[in-house]
């Protein structure tokens, strides 16, 4: 016969369980809000650079001086192609743990 304090026990481990993986969640949201923020500004500075040189080709000019854009002026590093598609692809995706 079971005994009134295995459900309790079980379910607090449940709880437990949960709880932990709030806190996983709240810290890949964190991650993702941060990449999300860091393609917009890429996209932002992107736009930009190619509105520099639509107008640039439009208005027939030549010069070969190139005017700082986007990150280049900031301090940020440049974000790679690669580093774009292994954050598309979810390379640090979160992982799949069940009780």
């Known amino acids: 016969m079971k005994t009134a304090e295995e459900p309790t026990s079980s379910l607090g481990q449940t709880l ?5 993986e709030l806190a996983e969640m ?3 949201d964190q991650r993702l809000l941060f990449t999300l923020k860091h ?7 992107l736009r930009a ?4 040189w639509e107008d640039v080709r439009s208005s027939g000019g ?3 001086i190139r005017p ?4 280049e002026g900031r301090g940020h590093q440049p974000f790679s192609s690669r580093g774009l598609a292994q954050l598309l692809q979810g390379v640090d995706s979160r992982r799949s743990s069940l009780p």
Do not use: Y
């Open 16 to 20: 437990e369980w949960l709880r932990k």
């Open 26 to 28: 709240q810290v890949q």
């Open 39 to 45: 393609l917009h500004s890429v996209l932002e500075e």
């Open 49 to 52: 650079e190619s509105a520099h």
């Open 62 to 64: 030549t010069s070969p």
């Open 68 to 71: 700082r854009a986007g990150s």
